[in-house]
């Protein structure tokens, strides 16, 4: 693919473009982005350095804010023709395109005379810089927010949101990822595991289940209960991973403070056959890389009593 669009740099101060383009950059498979502050608003760079590793055909798009209110002026999306991974950094060149310029009032971009050359470098820094080939100085201010996409055709990669540690402390990744893909009705997964030495032997043993139920609570923590299944006779030993009683379910109830509640419960009588609390390091997957700026489900008056029943 080639550039879709690309600004024309003497029209920056003097175009007056307008400021009612508010449309966000999206795209199948975002791996990272950066806002108008150089902030990240979605995925990581790790995603998107991993990417770049393995030899991914990636897309650039970014937006332009000429005016300074925080709004979109002018977007683009190009192919990332060239990449260079530095200091845990990404940066790309575009291809080069004719010098073109956006026509105000009218809708309509047209490309200048004389025959000018743009070339243009973004990175993961957030920042923008572009050459002409005539020498006409560049703006090193321009305010400007990024997406990083995959092009391949294929489903994107479970992304790790946030991992946290037996009494809920911070490992790796943010709440707040976990949080926006929660209010995006992403498919979240949670994985857990252990290992011990026995008899002079390591055991191993790794889950991962899709929880049933998902609890957001005040921005802060998440609470999920796993699905009711018929209890094993050993979760550790393949020769007794077989059903025990029918009747017997388990089922557990997880948290980002690190608890982990599981029951074993007599379906037939209602009687509690076993709790054992736990404490487990949790890691939360997402479907995707979420937006940062999800809106919250909590809403004023969002559920409340229904005085007619």
């Known amino acids: 693919m080639k550039i879709l669009s690309a600004f024309f740099l003497a029209a920056l101060s003097a175009s007056g473009l307008s400021t009612h383009a508010k449309a966000q950059l999206s795209c199948d498979t975002p791996l990272f982005a950066t806002g108008f502050d150089r902030d990240v608003t979605h995925g990581t760079k790790a995603a998107l350095i991993d990417a770049v590793s393995q030899g991914e055909p990636l897309r650039i798009g970014w937006q332009l804010d000429f005016d300074d209110d925080g709004a979109s002026d002018l977007t683009h999306w190009a192919d990332a023709a060239f990449l260079s991974i530095f200091e845990g950094e990404v940066f790309t060149q575009v291809d080069a395109i004719q010098r073109q310029s956006p026509r105000r009032g009218d809708a309509n971009v047209t490309l200048r005379e004389p025959y000018i050359e743009w070339r243009g470098s973004l990175g993961t820094t957030g920042v923008m810089e572009g ?47 976990l949080f926006a893909a929660i209010r995006e009705g992403q498919d979240i997964r949670i994985a857990w595991g252990f290992s011990i030495d026995r008899d002079g032997e390591t055991l191993e043993l790794e889950h991962i289940v899709e929880p049933v139920f998902l609890t957001a609570i005040n921005g802060e923590h998440v609470a999920a209960q796993l699905p009711e299944h018929i209890a094993q006779q050993a979760y550790h030993d393949i020769d007794r991973a077989l059903f025990d009683d029918p009747s017997v379910m388990w089922r557990g109830l997880m948290t980002t403070r690190g608890s982990f509640d599981a029951v074993w419960v007599n379906r037939a009588t209602g009687e509690e056959v076993r709790r054992y609390p736990q404490r487990a390091a949790l890691s939360w997957f997402g479907s995707s890389a979420p937006s940062l700026d999800a809106d919250t489900l909590a809403v004023p008056g969002g559920v409340m009593r229904d005085e007619s029943r």
């Open 131 to 177: 050459r002409f080939s005539d020498g006409t100085a560049f703006p090193s201010d321009l305010k400007v927010s990024t997406m990083w996409c995959s092009t391949l055709d294929m489903p994107a990669k479970p992304v790790l949101l946030y991992r946290n540690g037996t009494n809920g402390e911070d490992i790796s990744g943010s709440k707040e990822a």
